[in-house]
């Protein structure tokens, strides 16, 4: 069982950033795929971005440029630094590891942390 823990959340005004930091009970080593996702009130939860233990990255297109995931397996924790928000930012944000196994996956998420952009 994988316990992900999310922080960093708050209120702040367009063109601001933020960081958000996720912890795993886990090593985070033993996990390849871990990501963060959104979900604004209204809408489906969205893949924000990910990262794969060799440090491949990808990010959705409406944050590429602005927000930076990473990882840190020493502390077991992920981040998501997120520059120049907008309003359309504000959402729930979520981590999630993905356990793969042999034929299928299992996901594991965090309980979530608001994230609000005023204009």
């Known amino acids: 069982q994988v316990q992900l823990v999310e922080s960093g959340g708050g209120l702040v005004q367009a063109g601001g950033s933020l960081r958000l930091s996720c912890a795993a009970s886990v090593r985070l080593f033993s996990i390849n795929d871990v990501g963060w996702f959104r979900q604004a009130p209204g809408k489906e939860r969205e893949l924000v971005a990910n990262?794969?233990?060799?440090?491949?990255?990808s990010y959705a297109d409406s944050v590429k440029g602005r927000f930076t995931i990473s990882r840190d397996d020493a502390k077991n924790t992920m981040y998501l630094q997120m520059n120049s928000l907008k309003p359309e930012d504000t959402a729930v944000y979520y981590c999630r590891a993905r356990i793969q196994g042999w034929t299928n996956y299992s996901d594991y998420w965090g309980q979530g942390t608001q994230v609000t952009v005023s204009s």
């Open positions: 990262i794969l233990r060799s440090g491949y990255t």
